[in-house]
């Protein structure tokens, strides 16, 4: 096989290498997972917002229940004073049947503070846990995409270790001055440096030559490096 013949099979890996490449920049797998990505971390932004309300409902129930604790010890230390029967004096006992009236209204009072506190929060427990199953449920999406993605590029990555090893052999055979310019041209002719000459046309940019220049090639040098006259790519005969 000749140096140009070779370097058609080099052309051939290269594309095949390219294929490959593109494949593992564009995994579909990798746009869902970014697309899940985006949805934890809005997830997890309205987690915060949600979580931060009913936090500060947790504290105003916890102050409430502090209170009405404080209040229940009062009224339980004002009674067993007031029936204790170590007070007698009529005043000073309708003065503390009078206390403990006003702290059971307080008591009251607290009490409904306490309730309205639980129903507030009632609701955001309700999201927050709704919130929770869907980012557990995002989290397992995510994991098995991840799985998922490192099988396809365990995958690509084998074939392109074939491909590059291929090529390596077939570039073996090639003079470096040759190898070089088809490797200046794929990096400029949208990765294909080198393509067939077939009836006339060049199957890289598909354009038929002119009549003079295949007349030219044919009656040149078989094994001369000719360029496609309308894309410059090497043209192999």
């Known amino acids: 096989m000749s140096a140009l013949e070779d370097l058609l099979v080099v052309q051939e890996h290269d594309s095949a290498v390219d294929r490959l490449r593109h494949r593992l920049d564009t995994l579909p797998a990798k746009t869902q997972l970014a697309e899940i990505e985006q949805q934890q971390a809005a997830l997890e932004k309205t987690m915060a917002e949600v979580g931060g309300r009913r936090d500060e409902v947790v504290r105003r129930q916890q102050r409430h229940e502090d209170e009405l604790a404080s209040v229940e010890a009062k009224i339980t230390d004002v009674e067993k004073r007031l029936y204790s029967g170590a007070v007698s004096a009529p005043r000073e006992l309708q003065a503390m049947e009078a206390d403990v009236g006003s702290l059971k209204r307080h008591r009251s009072d607290v009490e409904d503070r306490v309730l309205e506190a ?120």
């Open 118 to 237: 639980m129903q507030d929060r009632e609701p955001l427990d309700a999201e927050l846990t709704v919130l929770e199953q869907r980012r557990e449920a995002l989290g397992s999406d995510g994991d098995q995409l991840r799985q998922a993605i490192a099988a396809q590029i365990a995958e690509i990555d084998a074939e392109l270790t074939t491909e590059l090893e291929a090529r390596s052999a077939a570039a073996a055979g090639i003079p470096d001055g040759l190898l070089s310019q088809y490797e200046r041209l794929r990096a400029t002719q949208g990765g294909v440096g080198a393509a067939r000459l077939v009836n006339g046309r060049c199957s890289g940019c598909h354009l038929t030559l002119p009549a003079t220049e295949l007349d030219r090639i044919r009656h040149g040098d078989a094994d001369a490096v000719v360029l496609c006259d309308q894309c410059g790519r090497i043209l192999v005969r």
